[in-house]
Structures are given as C-alpha cells and as structure tokens.
Nanobody, 125 residues
Framework: QVQVVESGGGLVQPGGSLRLSCAASGSIISIYVMGWYRQDPGKQREMVARVVNGGSTNYADSVKGRFTISRDNAKNMVYLQMNSLKPEDTAVYYC???????????????????WGQGTQVIVSS
C-alpha cells in the first residue's frame, strides 16, 4: 500500500507565500508523476502543477509565474512554492502520486494513482 501525505497549508494574506510539501511512502518501485490539484466546494478538482519522471513540469495558466513545483526523487517528495497568492487561490490542495507498485499475490507490478487527504489554503486579509 502507498500513503500520500501533504503538509504546509494555512491562512495567508494576499500577496503572501506558502510552501506545501508532500511525501509518498510505502511499497513504491518508482514514481511516474507527482503533482498538486486543488478543489473549491462546488467546483471540480483542477490540476495546479505536476512534475513527471525526468523533470518535465506542467502548470495551470492561472498559477504560471507564481507557483513553482519541485521534486526530491530520493525522498519521494514534491513541493509547491506558492508566491503572490490571491484570494482565488483559496482551496483544498491535494497531492497526487502515480506510482509503480508490486502486484498482489506475486503478480506483475502495477501502475496506480494515490491521493493525499488534502490541506487547506486560505488567502484572505
């Protein structure tokens, strides 16, 4: 089994910064993708930023130039540095990890996706 745990959310004033951290642990052979998504009540979950194995990154247009995703492959961790925060960035932020894990019962390894429990980010004065 694989666990994904986020940390670092909180309350920040507009224009401020926050850094989110996410750790993936458990029976992991390798990680294909780690990323951050966010969701406001009543809205669909949206991709914020993601980094694939090899280092390529993708960002939502709304956060380009303000957010930076980085990954520590040795620790199976991903970070999201959020600068120049706006009230519209308020949401629950979820970490996602797509991993290769051992198959059950001796079967071949399988590719699976796991979500963290989410961390609240509130941008407000």
């Amino acid at each position: 089994q694989v666990q994904v745990v986020e940390s670092g959310g909180g309350l920040v004033q507009p224009g401020g910064s926050l850094r989110l951290s996410c750790a993936a642990s458990g029976s992991i052979i390798s990680i294909y993708v780690m990323g951050w998504y966010r969701q406001d009540p009543g809205k669909q979950r949206e991709m914020v930023a993601r980094v694939v194995n090899g280092g390529s990154t993708n960002y939502a247009d709304s956060v380009k130039g303000r957010f930076t995703i980085s990954r520590d492959n040795a620790k199976n961790m991903v970070y999201l540095q959020m600068n120049s925060l706006k009230p519209e960035d308020t949401a629950v932020y979820y970490c996602y990890a797509e991993v290769l894990e051992p198959g059950r019962g001796g079967l071949s390894p399988v590719r699976s996706g796991y979500w963290g429990q989410g961390t609240q980010v509130i941008v407000s004065s």
